[in-house]
C-alpha cells in the first residue's frame, strides 16, 4: 500500500470540548436484490452486520469568542459564550469488525456502501447523543470551567469578590 499528499496544512483552533458520550453500536447493512421488470434477480442483493466503538464530543468551538464584561458597580464578571455544539463525531476505525457478510459475484461489497454507511452512523450517534443530553452536560460543564477560570484570574485581585455569571447565545 502507498500513499501520497495532495495537500497539508496547519489551522489555528479553539475549541473547548467539555463532554463525550462514548458508544458502541451494531449496525446492520441491508441491500435489496435487483429488480428486472418488477421481478426480483436471486443473489443480487446484499448485507453484513457491523461492531463499532465511537464518541460523539461537544463543547465551545471557538473559546476566542467569549467575550468578557466588568460591571463595577455591581460587582459581576459577565462572560458571553456562544452556544455549545457537537464539535465531533466519529467511529474509531481500528474497532469496526465485520459480520456475517452476504454479497454475490453479481453485487460485490463497495467501499462507497461501507463509508456511507458508517457515516450514517456517525450521524445518528450524534442525535442519540443530543438526544440523550449532550449539550445540557457540554453546556454545564463549559460553564463550571469558565467560571473556575475567571474566579482563580480574580482571586488575590481586588475584584476577587465579584460574582462570575456566564451568559449563553442562542
Do not use: C
Not at 160 to 166: I, K, L, P
Amino acid at each position: 500500500m502507498d500513499s501520497t499528499t495532495i495537500a497539508a496544512s496547519f489551522e489555528d483552533i479553539a475549541e473547548l470540548a467539555t463532554e463525550e458520550y462514548n458508544f458502541t453500536n451494531v449496525g446492520k447493512y441491508s441491500e435489496s436484490n435487483n429488480k428486472v421488470l418488477a421481478w426480483d434477480v436471486p443473489l443480487t442483493g446484499g448485507s453484513f452486520l457491523i461492531t463499532y466503538n465511537g464518541a460523539v464530543k461537544a463543547g465551545i468551538a471557538d473559546i476566542s469568542a467569549v467575550t468578557i464584561e466588568i460591571d463595577e458597580q455591581s460587582k459581576s464578571v459577565i462572560l458571553n459564550a456562544p452556544a455549545v455544539e457537537v464539535l465531533s463525531s466519529t467511529i474509531d476505525p481500528a474497532t469496526v469488525q465485520t459480520y456475517d457478510q452476504s454479497f454475490s459475484l453479481v453485487n460485490q461489497l463497495d467501499v462507497d456502501d461501507v463509508t456511507t454507511f458508517l457515516a450514517a452512523e456517525e450521524e445518528n450517534a450524534e442525535q442519540l447523543a443530543i438526544d440523550g443530553g449532550l449539550l445540557d452536560k457540554a453546556q454545564t460543564r463549559a460553564e463550571e470551567l469558565l467560571t473556575s477560570h475567571v474566579e482563580s484570574l480574580l482571586a488575590g485581585t481586588g475584584q476577587s469578590d465579584y460574582a462570575v455569571t456566564v451568559e449563553w447565545a442562542e
